[in-house]
């Protein structure tokens, strides 16, 4: 199957080429921070990469003067000891700061600018899922476009009707990613020709939500558009996608965790554990489940 429409063919090929080799397709979350490798950093995008993944989300920042810098504003405290969001610092502020992993602190290094991480893997097969880019839209799309790697990723945001138009009216016809909560919201933007959207990011609270439904996923994906789902788990009291997640995977059993994600027909999947999911997807292409059974409830 092909994502997105034909008119944006070019700028969608890396990621149509992965689906093609791979389904579903592995996103970690931040890139893979264990031991004292930092999140958002490049060293946890080969880290990833190595266990398993094809995908790599990444956190943007853009300072006060411009620059963009790979982090997860509002944890500033834990990751640099200083309780300012980056957004209100300069870039010479930032450059001295420390960034840091609390198990490691003597083993710092900094925040690293977007040009930076991201330039290290231009051209190449790794693809990058851009969050939080969208609070200075269109200015932080202006700095990922002179990267020239649109082709290697996606960026996303809510479906604010200020944010899906910033992304209409941008000339770089970037993948476009909608994070979705309704059905509503998931069908809206559909074949807009404005837009290249590729993929819709699904959040499903409980099990009974209309996402979790292999009819839902397959309409998205007729239309073109590819069901992206996450496994990480951020919060214990907030699911991201019905409980089917990294933790009921390791803690009961990865069939339990991500089989009904299979089972639904997701084309990716995010994780802070690429290698345990990784090691299921093998599992399942080694010995394929039939697809007309039931997703467990």
Known sequence: MTFGQARYARINARWNRAFEQQ???IMV???THAGLLIENTANAVRAAIASGAEVVE?????????VL???????ELPLMGVQHNVRRMTS???DAMPYFRSTGRNRHVGVERASELFGQFRGTDVLFNVDRSWFNWPDELEVLAALDMADQMTVKCDPLPELVDAARAFDVKFPFCLMVRTPEEALAHLG???LNLIGLELIAEDRDHPFCDRGFIAEIRAAGVFAMVNAEVILED???FGRWDDHTALFESPDAGYGPLFDLGVDVIQTDWPWLLAAYRATRRANPVDSTVAVPQ
Do not use: F, K, W
């Open 23 to 25: 389904s579903p397709l």
């Open 29 to 31: 979350h931040r890139g």
């Open 58 to 66: 990444i956190d943007v920042a853009q300072s006060l003067d411009g």
């Open 69 to 75: 810098y790979c982090i997860h504003d509002g944890y």
């Open 92 to 94: 010479a502020q930032i």
């Open 192 to 194: 807009d020709p404005d």
């Open 238 to 240: 907030s699911p991201l």
